[in-house]
Structures are given as structure tokens and as C-alpha cells.
Nanobody
Framework: QVQLVESGGGLVQAGGSLRLSCAASGRIFSSYAMGWFRQAPGKEREFVVGISWTGGSTYYADSVKGRFTISRDNAKNTVYLQMNSLKPEDTAVYYC??????????WGQGTQVTVSS
């Protein structure tokens, strides 16, 4: 079974940057389209950004377009999320998982991102 471990979150001021990583165990990782999700306090988890299994296609929610960049390294079984120009409304716990079009994997513990104004 694939396990997902997110890291790289933290506290940052508005306008700052963070780079999140999601390490996956299991060789099956490279066959999945992957995505990053986030859940803010009191809100449902939402899909933020996705990447095809080859890394050749990416897609972004309007709220993060132009600020966030997703990438992956299948040799390292890792997906990354570069977040720039962070806003207080980006504050959430961030999770990685398969793209919503794929079978969902077990959720990891997530990584907290807090953006202060």
C-alpha cells in the first residue's frame, strides 16, 4: 500500500514562499496523476493543483494560478509544491494524494501552512 508523507510547511509572512514535498512509498506512485489538496479550518478539503503521471500536464485552481507550481520526480517518488506570493487565505493543512480522477490513496498527516498578514 502506498503511504504519503507531506513536509515543508511552516509559518510565513504574506508574500513569502514555501516548498512542500510529498514522499510516497511504493513503486506504483509513478503511474498516478497526483495532486495537492488543502483544508482550512472549518472548511472542506479542496483540490488545489494536479499533475499528470508524466509531469507533462499541470492544472491549477484559479485561487492559486500564477503563484503555485507543482512538479514531480518519479525516480524519487516525490511530488513538490512551490508556493510563492502566499496570502493569508492560503493558510491550511496541505495534503497530497492522487488526482480526483484516480483511485484515492490513504491520506497522510498533511503539513500545516500558516500565512500571517
Amino acid at each position: 500500500q502506498v503511504q504519503l508523507v507531506e513536509s515543508g510547511g511552516g509559518l510565513v509572512q504574506a508574500g513569502g514562499s514555501l516548498r512542500l514535498s510529498c514522499a510516497a512509498s511504493g513503486r506504483i506512485f509513478s503511474s498516478y496523476a497526483m495532486g495537492w489538496f488543502r483544508q482550512a479550518p472549518g472548511k472542506e478539503r479542496e483540490f488545489v493543483v494536479g499533475i499528470s503521471w508524466t509531469g507533462g500536464s499541470t492544472y491549477y485552481a484559479d485561487s492559486v494560478k500564477g503563484r503555485f507550481t507543482i512538479s514531480r520526480d518519479n525516480a524519487k517518488n516525490t511530488v513538490y509544491l512551490q508556493m510563492n506570493s502566499l496570502k493569508p487565505e492560503d493558510t491550511a493543512v496541505y495534503y497530497c494524494n492522487t488526482d480526483p480522477s484516480e483511485p484515492v490513496l490513504a491520506w497522510g498527516q498533511g503539513t500545516q501552512v500558516t500565512v500571517s498578514s
